[in-house]
């Protein structure tokens, strides 16, 4: 690690070393800070100082809402400050290690080991090795353990949190759920703490009080032989099972009135405006799904007037109307109907992230896409009905035809279909069905393109199924790396053709996923011997490098076939035991025996309540804004 | 309309420009107006593309709006809406159709501010630059690389340089302007030049101060000609 105290620079020197430092690599548009709307404070006059950070490089991380929407609320406060940063693409790390110089913040430039805590979000599990290598960058020292009273708290929220183990060393705390109103009694207590002088350890014990916050330290894991876990004992009067946090009242929470507005283009560069929350289909592979329930629609006249004024502070030219899955709003058509109206105009397009296939409408997708007919994506997600119904999507192979025919009626030519493989119970039967729905598909479109055929295509994407924390398919077995290969070579000989594309994931980038996502704490080593041997931005096909990571499994002597391979027993305690979603575990057993017959289960919005427990363990109900239902 | 590029900004592209512009407009409340078709872009023409990294005092653009706003209206609520390293110095409201900025101006002024280090009892250093310069300036050829979509290519700037002017700030700085020509034989890139200065030179900082409409013996700024 570089020493950085050996050098001692003034704010005013190290922000001209910078400057130098940004203004040689590729795009320091990334690093320059001073975007439209992002706030700097003077410190003095605050308390506490927390820095946002995205494991991943800006593009990617400034696109994210949620640590837009924690900048904004944290800074909205006169006594915190937000700043932000970003993992450093290669060419600036390599820069940083070789003058010695602190990855810093945007707004700032302060180095990382300046502020009170240090808030990483955990979006994928992919993104592990960059947050270890930012603290590196920082000259903070990763285990928690090696860490002083001056160094910053280490937190981390997000999906992530739910299955933290593989990070427990590292981080001091982290916060399961929503983070509108946590994240403030977290800070509250910061301030406290900063006043009494309290030491670390008196502020994790107030810490410890507040519900969803989850405190790795005080929870001791025993491990049996096998390598399973034996027991996980809370100490200190931790509380035994850590409970999620959720807004209840979710049109009174926080909407912040401005967004950054970045000088170069990121990947969702346009306003995004979430208009519900959670989703109650309850399909079985879905990790967000489970984890965000229950469902909690915005009002209309809300999300209007919130669209209205972000868009006068920030001057964006599109707006997207975000959540796991937008076309589910009550209101979602009149909602359209009037920001369209009303902005269209001016110039400005209203999109949504995604289209579920039984909610398509050619109408709907040519306003999203301005006009233009570029490709549309649908995402079948298995090749057959008996598959879909394993995985509670409630979707016919008659609904998918008739979607994309319309598609192709009106006037698209280009459509891309979405599947996985290696869902639990698939036979060559299903991956055939892929095959033969693309066909179809393809077939169809070129019967309505009678003239331009050869202009019409169908791309056949998958990725590999992972399964994943919380889900009714926790306990499945992931499918191996030959495995994986060879559905893949079986789906590539079946879509050759004219007019037929197939672009699949890297199998190897999905089994280390799969290791993380249901990983235990003593995969924290692993970690630490794969950044040491250079492992970052897994996600990132460039970068992945699976030789090192196979190096690092063996160095610590671990499998990483235990952690993908193996069918977990219903009793087993998992790693991720203590922590809930509000998930009762009988409804999870029962949703994986009923995927075993290809059985659906109900949506909650219809008013039947499967049960899944989430509404009696946390108090609070499903909310829609009024419109009918609509599955 | 003229403006300022400086700090931050510098590191915005030519087209992260527009967009920026764009936004700011929308965000000022001022009624740009709309390309026709289905996906509208505000009418608004910048001139020359300024190399990532550089700062200028002059910046053009050109804007339609569909409202008769007086020039400093659109000045101040421009500035109030831009993001750091963005300024309006100079609007000039005008009704008659303006040629476009990238076919008028052909000319270019860059100042570079240029440290030499003085060591003692060699002036000769600080000499080197004014002779160098003299040098560059009476060749007949100057060969600079450029990379033309992802190739190399070696091209002569000689014909492109217009003039220069040095002068020193103070002990060790100089500052050198240079005029170049901008127009469909090329232009002079700022960096193409740097391979040709004495080692010892280092380079403080690069500005774009001048972007000029030629014709003749008149030369004018793209401001400076309208009304005439
Ligand atoms: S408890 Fe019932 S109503 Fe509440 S989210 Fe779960 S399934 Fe839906």
Redesign the interface.
């Known amino acids: 690690m570089t020493d950085l105290t050996t050098k001692l620079y003034s704010m005013d020197e190290l922000s001209k070393e910078y400057e130098r430092l940004?203004?040689g690599v590729e795009?320091?548009?990334r690093y320059?800070?001073?975007?439209?709307n992002s706030v700097v404070k003077d410190w003095t006059e605050t308390s506490v100082r927390v820095v946002l950070a995205f494991p991943d490089i800006y593009e990617i991380g400034l696109s994210h809402q949620g640590l837009r929407l924690l900048y904004h609320l944290i800074n909205q406060e006169e006594d915190y400050v937000a700043e932000r940063v970003y993992a450093p693409a290669h060419d600036l790390e390599e820069k940083l290690q070789s003058t010695g110089l602190p990855l810093f913040s945007l707004e700032t430039r302060r180095p990382l080991s300046a502020f009170d805590l240090i808030g990483f979000t955990l979006q994928y599990e992919l993104s592990y090795t960059n947050i270890l290598n930012m603290l590196k960058l920082s000259g903070i020292p990763w285990r928690r353990a090696e860490r002083g009273e001056d160094h910053p708290l280490v937190i981390g929220g997000g999906p992530g949190s739910f299955n933290p183990e593989p990070l427990a060393d590292f981080f001091d705390l982290f916060l399961l759920g929503e983070g509108e109103e946590a994240v403030l009694e977290i800070l509250a207590l910061c301030v406290e703490a900063k006043r009494k002088s309290r030491t670390k350890m008196e502020l994790k014990r107030e810490l410890m009080k507040v519900p969803g916050v989850y405190l790795p330290e005080f929870y001791k894991v025993v491990y049996k032989q096998d390598g399973t876990v034996e027991s996980i004992t809370p100490l200190d009067g931790a509380p035994a099972r850590v409970e999620k946090r959720v807004i209840a009242d979710f049109n009174k929470a926080f909407i912040p009135d401005t967004e950054i507005?970045p000088?170069?283009?990121t990947i969702h560069d346009r306003l995004m405006l979430e208009i519900l929350r959670g989703c109650s289909r309850g399909c079985r592979f879905c990790q967000a799904g489970m984890l965000y329930r229950p469902v909690r629609e915005r009002d209309e006249q809300l999300i209007i007037d919130s669209i209205e004024k972000i868009?006068?502070?920030?001057?964006?030219?599109e707006v997207s109307l975000t959540s796991l899955s937008s076309t589910d709003h009550t209101r979602i058509r009149d909602l359209i109907g009037v920001l369209t109206d009303c902005y269209s105009p001016?110039?400005i397009n209203i999109s949504l992230p995604s289209m579920r296939i039984d909610a398509f409408s050619p109408e709907l997708a040519e306003s999203f896409q301005?006009?233009?007919k570029a490709s549309l994506t649908f995402a079948p997600e298995a090749g057959t009905d008996r598959l879909r119904r394993v995985i509670n999507k409630n979707l016919t192979h008659a609904e998918i035809i008739q979607a994309t025919r319309a598609a192709f009626e009106a006037g698209w030519q280009k459509l891309k279909l979405y599947f996985m493989i290696g869902l639990p119970t698939e036979t060559d039967e299903d991956l055939d069905g892929i095959v033969a729905l693309a066909r179809e598909i393809l077939e169809n479109g070129q019967r309505i393109h009678e003239k331009r055929r050869g202009q019409v295509r169908v791309t056949v994407s998958v990725s590999t199924f992972v399964p994943k924390a919380h889900t009714p398919f926790q306990w499945r077995p992931q499918i191996t790396v030959e495995e994986t290969l060879e559905k893949q070579e079986r789906l590539r000989a079946g879509l050759r053709g004219r007019g037929l594309q197939f672009s699949w994931h890297e199998a190897k980038t999905s089994q280390l996923e799969g290791v993380f996502s249901r990983g235990d704490r003593r995969l924290g080593r692993v970690l630490e011997q794969a950044v040491a041997l250079g492992c970052k931005f897994d996600s990132w096909d460039d970068w992945f490098n699976w030789e090192q990571w196979c190096a690092a499994f063996q160095g610590c002597g671990i499998e990483p076939e235990f952690y993908t391979a193996r069918r977990r027993f219903y009793d087993e305690v998992l790693p991720w035991s203590h922590l809930s979603p509000g998930l009762d575990l009988d409804y999870l057993i029962a949703e994986d025996q009923r995927a075993e017959k290809a059985m659906l289960t109900e949506d909650c919005r219809t008013g039947k309540c499967p049960g899944c427990g989430v509404c009696p363990s946390l108090k609070v109900t499903p909310k829609t804004a009024g419109g009918g239902v609509n599955i | 309309m003229c403006y300022q590029i400086s700090?931050?900004?510098r590191?915005?592209?030519h087209l992260?420009i527009i967009?920026?512009l764009?936004?700011?407009?929308?965000?000022a409340?001022l009624s740009i107006a709309?390309s026709q078709g289905?996906?509208?872009?505000?009418r608004l023409s910048l001139g020359p593309p300024l190399p990532?990294?550089i700062e200028s005092t002059a910046e053009y653009a050109d804007l339609v709006f569909t409202e008769a706003y007086p020039g400093e209206e659109i000045k101040s609520r421009l500035n109030t809406?831009?993001?750091?390293?963005l300024e309006v110095t100079e609007v000039k409201a005008v009704k008659e159709k303006v040629r476009s900025l990238t076919s008028a101006i052909n000319q270019l002024d860059y100042e570079y501010l240029i440290k030499i280090p003085i060591s003692k009892g060699s002036a000769g250093d600080e000499d080197s630059l004014t002779k160098c310069l003299q040098e560059l300036w009476g060749r007949e050829e100057l060969l600079a690389t450029k990379m033309k979509k992802g190739v190399e290519k070696v091209v002569d700037i000689r014909a492109l340089w217009k003039g220069y002017h040095l002068s020193n700030v103070k002990e060790g700085l100089y500052r050198l302007k240079l005029e170049v020509e901008y127009g469909p034989a090329g232009t002079i890139r700022p960096e193409d030049l740097l391979p040709f200065l004495p080692s010892a030179c280092t380079v403080e900082r690069i500005r774009r101060v001048g972007a000029w409409i030629v014709r003749g013996d008149h030369k004018k700024t793209p401001l400076g000609i309208l009304g005439t």
């Open positions: 940004i203004a795009k320091p548009g320059c800070g001073g975007e439209f507005v000088y170069i283009e868009l006068k502070h920030t001057g964006y030219e001016q110039g301005g006009g233009r | 700090g931050p900004a590191f915005i592209s992260d967009r920026t764009g936004r700011a407009l929308r965000r409340g709309y289905f996906h509208p872009l505000p990532l990294g809406s831009l993001p750091l390293g």
